[in-house]
């Protein structure tokens, strides 16, 4: 077969794909052309005669297999390409199990669980065994199961290993070893298997029984994985398993994009292939085909503080490029404002379309500022990867609780939460109460706070659950009108119960739902405070809230010219992409990093390759932002930069106010305290203590305090009501509003540098118009504004 086509790869790349005598890995930089070298060693495999068949290409996509079949097709014809036995480790670990599962006991039509069948299964075990489905919650249960598989730890043994029993009964769910247990065997006995027993099924497969072991290792005489840095510890094992006789495996990844520790992937597979896998040749390439020269640098030299890793020098052979642009915020507010009008600014100079341009977070609850900045200036967007903020499950339950405290009539929102959380209210409950409202032509809720009177007739225990909701909002009516939205938005939180199921475990999803909901009540108190702030002290109620909200309820915002968007995503979503422009936000300290990684030394690294791949996602500009301070757990809390900003060397990056970076961030991150305490003078700030979170502890020790499996919401919000009122009562100084003048410059909390423009009114009443350099015009009553004279 003519071999022509490896005059397309560099000199690195041909190597990778030319050596096929035994174990290669491949370390394969951002933008180094990765995809090409799988494609074509797969191609010059089958040019030296070997069967398709022969070959076993694992991918972690369908996409990813999808689109190196189509490639491969186009090297060597569609019709040998479609015979490979290439794509996911559980799609190829499917059609293994199907031929040989009455090996370990099952038939060969076994159904295979998706995520909602495995929960349901739980929820009916946990049900069985008469346990609270509230402390034993089925997502919660099934993450400990998934993870204990994905590390070969069956149910024998999870049952007699004393720390994750301990573990368990720490955090009130000793029974999760017999749910496992139970889980296990109900599965075996419906003929099925979940997508984790994919894998160590055939593990079990390959290890035990040297017949079958050596079938497929001789089936497979070439064995390929691609992002071999995301392999977890079973698909490790099986790789080894299929490929120890013969040794031709090659591992292609980076070692330097290794994101995906909390799914189970293991750096060590990468890192050690070389010694599992004796012999090894190890092939780097290094040239950044995506990237300008500048922003290659300077992911290397913020790469170069990890200490475990594969040493590489990636290089670009593109133009210089501009620097890493690194623009503070005075807060996430103005953050939002900066990003928008770089965008404005980026688009007009460079004539591109908004397809080109990326805004990535660490979390997905920080999207919500930049979507209703965007909104407001109509710069079309899209959520990659997920729901724009207002349509996540968790926001729209609060939001609902809240539309039926100001329109108890509200039949949707009285639907919604009527048994949110759950509190023994079913749907066959609900559609009498919606007959009985639709024979009588009344709400819902009218139905329920007078039943004798409509005919309606439940069971007394029925009665008494009804009468409980009823009792709840009718609680929050009475207060509506004289409590701000921010003091009874927290109230409905904690004592709807919302706070008690989204704060029971330290779950991914269900630390995505309390990062949501403490961003939505940050919102609010940001609403609250800027309402005051502009004189309009009179419109702070959940009412003036829902009315700001209702815009922002769209999946996405209006499509542009063309349908082009700008995408908002997290850094984890990003993973693969490439955009000519990136904007890389909220670089503080407990952020990205994040809080959960400051403890340890291999967390600490993984957040580093995170912003490693944010950076490297860039193609011509890379913007860095941070804000020096944000709403967060229901105050304004000062922010320091992250200190991944200082680990990027200088050389490579402009800075806007380099010395809230390069000049102020000396201080030793061991015992880091905020690089900004020094300005943190604001007028008329409160010392509000945390109200979301535990008590105050030294910042490295935070991540270590997350509320255990039974503690809620409550621990977060202990000082809770305290602070609600005192906030409300707290004294107002006016020490620098006497030194305010026309053309004076401030520095204010929220929205940056401004000029006072013009002055209106006396003493309490007096108001400021005041241009601010990024946020625009802003009006302020001076009685609350939170600013410092400068100038």
Not at 92 to 102: M, Q
Not at 126 to 153: C, F, G, T, W
Not at 473 to 489: P, Q, R
């Amino acid at each position: 077969m003519d071999c022509t086509f490896l005059d397309e790869l560099n000199d690195s790349q041909r190597a990778a794909v030319e050596f096929c005598d035994g174990p290669s890995l491949v370390i394969a930089g951002a933008g180094s052309g990765k995809t090409r070298v799988l494609t074509y060693k797969i191609a010059y495999l089958l040019s030296l005669g070997m069967k398709p068949w022969n070959i076993l290409a694992l991918t972690f996509t369908n996409k990813a297999a999808n689109e190196m079949k189509q490639r491969i097709g186009g090297l060597v014809g569609e019709e040998v390409a479609r015979y490979l036995y290439m794509g996911t480790f559980h799609s190829i670990f499917s059609r293994i199990l199907r031929v040989e599962a009455e090996r370990l006991g099952y038939a060969g039509n076994f159904t295979i669980y998706d995520e909602s069948d495995s929960r349901s299964l739980i929820k009916a075990i946990i049900k069985e065994m008469q346990l609270d489905d509230k402390v034993y919650k089925p997502a919660s249960v099934h993450a400990r199961i998934s993870m204990a598989k994905n590390n070969l730890m069956f149910p024998d043994e999870y049952a007699r290993t004393r720390s994750l029993i301990e573990r368990d009964a720490e955090q009130k769910v000793p029974a999760v070893s017999a749910i496992y247990s139970a889980y296990c065997e109900r599965c075996k006995k419906a003929n099925a298997m979940d997508f984790d027993d994919l894998l160590i099924n055939t593990y079990r497969l390959l290890v035990s029984d040297a017949d079958i072991r050596k079938k497929y290792s001789e089936r497979f005489k070439y064995v390929l994985v691609d992002e071999y840095q995301d392999t977890n510890s079973v698909q490790q094992k099986i790789v080894w398993l299929l490929a120890e006789e013969h040794m031709h495996v090659c591992a292609v990844g980076d070692d330097a994009q290794s994101i995906y520790a909390f799914r189970g992937a293991n750096i060590d597979n990468i890192l050690d292939f070389q010694k599992q896998f004796a012999g090894t040749r190890l092939f780097k390439l290094e040239r950044n085909y995506r990237s300008t020269k500048r922003i290659v640098q300077a992911a290397n030299s913020l790469i170069r503080h990890n200490e475990r890793q594969i040493p590489k020098d990636i290089y670009s052979c593109n133009a210089d490029g501009d620097k890493l642009s690194v623009k503070p915020a005075y807060s996430d507010r103005e953050e939002a404002i900066i990003v928008c009008n770089e965008i404005k600014r980026i688009k007009r100079a460079d004539r591109c379309g908004y397809n080109d341009f990326a805004v990535l977070y660490r979390t997905n609850s920080q999207s919500r500022s930049f979507e209703e900045a965007m909104r407001k200036v109509s710069i079309p967007y899209k959520i990659y990867g997920g729901l724009s903020f207002y349509q996540r499950k968790e926001i729209k339950d609060v939001i609902a609780y809240f539309r039926l405290v100001v329109n108890p009539d509200d039949e949707e929102a009285f639907k919604r939460i009527i048994n949110y959380p759950k509190r023994g209210i079913g749907d066959s409950t609900v559609a009498k109460i919606a007959a009985v409202a639709s024979a009588n032509g009344v709400s819902l809720w009218r139905v329920i706070c007078e039943p004798a009177l409509y005919g309606f007739n439940p069971s007394k225990a029925t009665l008494t659950k009804l009468d409980a909701f009823r009792c709840l909002i009718s609680s929050f009516i009475e207060k509506f009108v004289t409590v701000d939205a921010y003091a009874l938005g927290v109230e409905v939180v904690k004592a709807s119960g919302i706070s008690a199921d989204i704060y029971q475990d330290k779950t991914p999803e269900n630390i995505a739902r309390q990062e949501n909901v403490e961003e939505l009540l940050g919102s609010i108190q940001e609403f609250v405070e800027g309402r005051k702030e502009e004189g309009r002290a009179d419109e702070v109620h959940l009412t003036d809230f829902l009315q700001e909200v209702s815009l922002q309820t769209d999946l996405e915002s209006d499509d542009g010219a063309d349908g082009e968007r700008v995408s908002l995503m997290t850094v984890h979503s990003a993973k693969g992409l490439e955009f000519p422009v990136v904007f890389v936000v909220g670089l503080e300290e407990n952020i990205f990093p994040s809080s959960l990684s400051m403890g340890s030394r291999r967390e600490l690294e993984e957040e580093r390759r995170l912003l490693y791949v944010a950076i490297t996602r860039a193609e011509r500009h890379c913007i860095l932002t941070y804000a020096k301070n944000r709403y967060r757990y229901g105050k304004v809390e000062m922010e320091s930069p992250s200190r991944f900003l200082t680990d990027i060397s200088p050389e490579f990056v402009d800075v806007e106010d380099a010395k809230d970076i390069f000049m102020r961030a000396t201080s030793s991150y061991s015992s880091r305290g905020s690089l900004f305490s020094s300005d943190n003078r604001w007028q008329n700030s409160r010392p509000v203590a945390s109200q979301f979170k535990a008590d105050p502890k030294p910042r490295e020790a935070v991540h270590r305090d997350v509320p255990p499996v039974s503690d809620t919401f409550s621990p977060r919000f202990r000082r809770l009501q305290a602070a609600a009122s005192s906030a409300v009562s707290a004294k107002k100084s006016m020490a620098n509003s006497s030194q305010v003048k026309e053309n004076s410059v401030i520095e204010h909390e929220r929205f940056g540098i401004g000029t006072v423009i013009r002055l209106e009114g006396v003493g309490e009443n007096t108001k400021a118009t005041v241009q601010f350099k990024n946020a625009g015009v802003k009006q302020l009553l001076l009685k609350f504004a939170r600013f410092k004279v400068i100038g």
